[in-house]
């Protein structure tokens, strides 16, 4: 349908107009859906050039150096800012949360637009780096001096980042307004699906720390065309300043990403097993809010070789220990809310259940790298590259694709589960597996990260093979998932339009978003009444 039809004597309004235009938060989550999917395609097939690079000895595909390094800063940039954040944070929390609460939008309905098309110059500002003679050659950290002395264009990292910083604020500002002032009439915090407390967590995360990445690359974009010299030691400045406020952001950055995808989890799995969430209290109070108050000092552990004091290695490993804490609570959670559960298998059951599999591998493997005496060996290793994957970038991208599954009733009014979602799942499931398990190997025998070519170890054996023997492996799990991610890709559109018709509330689910809008739900979210709740009211009301 090309026209919307409109009150009379009004003309008609063209669709495509309408999602121009639009301050409806729904509308808003699916460009923010669309956006981070087209980054998350373009991030993969720079993701698939580094694997097949790396398949054998030499140059494969790319002709230099910098070249590599520019397919690298956009797979980890666009990955991380344009894909996990805006994704779960921008398209979960801006389509599900007011309905979760019971509002009609959010606090600001002309802000959360404004936001959502700086999130889209963003992304078309780092693709121009694919066309402009001198791209940037930065890795993803932008750090000095590599990034000031380098011809590439460091500006265009800068000013990507500004654009996602300000859209985050914005919405980060808009959300929290509208979870304090907007819940219906009768609802407590208590009573606030877990979903919404993470994300409210996640905002205040990046209320509090983005400023400081701001800053940082600010100062970058000084020193290189301006002339200072912040992060000169022959001037005065100090290098390590920059890796100190990169990471100072960067690692509460991990739970901006991780907090909404354990929401996104407990709301699938309290859903999927018919249970009421287990040690609820305990799981926002010194779980979410514990992993906030700790999160922004455990950014040392990223500098472990950088030179310091080993009094401040030790300190850092007791916080970044510490975190574990928290985040153990929440896991703990999870898994109390199967117990005895009614299960359903669904994709985004399957892709829940996969998601405490990677939680474990990447938990596990994390404990080295807190550890000084051990992450000095470990540290700038592919062991680090598949620890990360493991925990946020792979964990947080299976939570949001269970999510898209789970709430895809919701949003199209039809399901996308099937014969094609189950094979694309099991695709991905095994590619990552494939993918990822051999640079945990090569990583402990000292296989670097960030190299294009890897000459210098072509004796090296692990095994008694050579480290070309393990990325060969990891490239073919790389094509794996690259089929399972089309198949996935192909099956969300097709089902959008052609899927099986599905009921309004299809997983007989309590939260307010399944009982008490249509689907997919209209202008307003509940029609003509407002929705109150009374004070034994939960989104987890199984038991009864």
């Not at 590439?152 to 910083?165: D, K, R, S």
């Not at 926002?284 to 992993?291: E, F």
């Not at 493997?365 to 062991?383: D, F, K, Q, R």
């Not at 009982?515 to 009374?534: C, I, K, L, Q």
Request: some cysteine; overall charge neutral; proline content about 5%.
């Amino acid at each position: 349908m090309n026209t919307h039809t409109t009150t009379a004597g009004h003309a008609a309004v063209p669709a495509w107009k309408e999602w121009l235009l639009t301050t409806d938060h729904k509308r808003i989550g699916i460009m923010y859906l669309v956006g981070s999917m087209a980054a998350f395609g373009v991030a993969g097939l720079m993701a698939l050039i580094i694997r097949a690079e790396q398949m054998e000895l030499g140059m494969q595909i790319v002709t230099s150096g910098t070249q590599y390094n520019s397919f690298l800063y956009f797979h980890g940039a666009a990955m991380i800012l344009a894909f996990l954040i805006p994704g779960l944070t921008g398209f979960a929390a801006n389509y599900f949360l007011p309905l979760m609460i019971g509002a009609r939008d959010v606090a600001f309905p002309r802000i959360n637009a404004f936001s959502v098309w700086l999130f889209f110059f963003a992304i078309i500002l780092a693709l121009l780096s694919f066309v402009i003679p001198d791209a940037p050659d930065i890795m993803w950290t932008g750090y000095p001096p590599y990034s000031v002395n380098t011809s590439g264009n460091t500006a265009f990292y800068v000013f990507t980042v500004h654009l996602l910083g300000f859209s985050s604020i914005l919405g980060a500002v808009n959300f929290l307004v509208t979870v304090i002032y907007l819940r219906a009439p009768g609802m407590g915090w208590n009573q606030l699906n877990i979903f919404v407390w993470t994300t409210v967590a996640a905002f205040v995360l990046q209320l509090v720390f983005i400023p400081v990445l701001a800053a940082a690359v600010t100062l970058l974009l000084f020193d290189k065309y301006l002339g200072t010299h912040f992060y000169d030691p022959s001037a005065g400045g100090d290098v390590l300043l920059y890796q100190n406020l990169f990471w100072f952001y960067s690692h509460p950055a991990v739970y901006v990403i991780f907090l909404p995808a354990v929401g996104i989890l407990f709301e699938i799995i309290a859903t999927m097993s018919k249970n009421r969430v287990f040690n609820y209290k305990a799981a926002v109070y010194p779980g979410i809010w514990g992993i906030v108050a700790i999160s922004g000092i455990v950014w040392i552990h990223h500098l472990y070789i950088s030179g310091m004091p080993d009094w401040i290695r030790l300190g850092h490993m007791v916080t970044t220990l510490l975190i574990s804490v928290p985040v153990g609570i929440l896991v703990l959670s999870l898994w109390g809310t199967l117990y005895k559960g009614a299960i359903t298998y669904n994709t985004a059951m399957m892709y829940a259940a996969s998601c405490l599999y990677l939680l474990l591998i990447g938990g596990l493997t994390g404990i080295p790298l807190a550890l000084p005496s051990m992450t000095l060996h470990l540290s700038e290793t592919s062991y680090v590259h598949a620890h990360f994957h493991f925990i946020m970038a792979l964990f947080s991208a299976f939570a949001l694709f269970g999510g898209i599954y789970y709430w895809f009733p919701k949003m199209t009014g039809r399901y996308a589960d099937g014969a094609l979602a189950t094979f694309s799942f099991w695709m991905n499931f095994i590619g990552v597996n494939v993918t990822f398990w051999p640079l945990f190997i090569i990583g402990k025998e000292g296989m670097p990260r960030r190299y294009w070519d890897y000459e210098m170890f072509k004796d090296v054996l692990v095994m008694g093979h050579p480290f070309e023997d393990f990325h060969k492996v990891a490239t073919v799990g790389a094509g794996i998932i690259a089929i399972g991610m089309i198949m996935q890709t192909y099956n969300f559109i097709h089902s959008a339009f052609k899927g099986k018709p599905a009921p309004t509330n299809p997983w007989n689910s309590r939260s307010l978003e399944w009982t008490h809008t249509v689907s997919p739900p209209g202008p307003g979210n509940f029609g003509d009444t407002d929705v109150v709740v009374d004070e034994n009211w939960t989104p987890y009301e199984y038991n009864k």
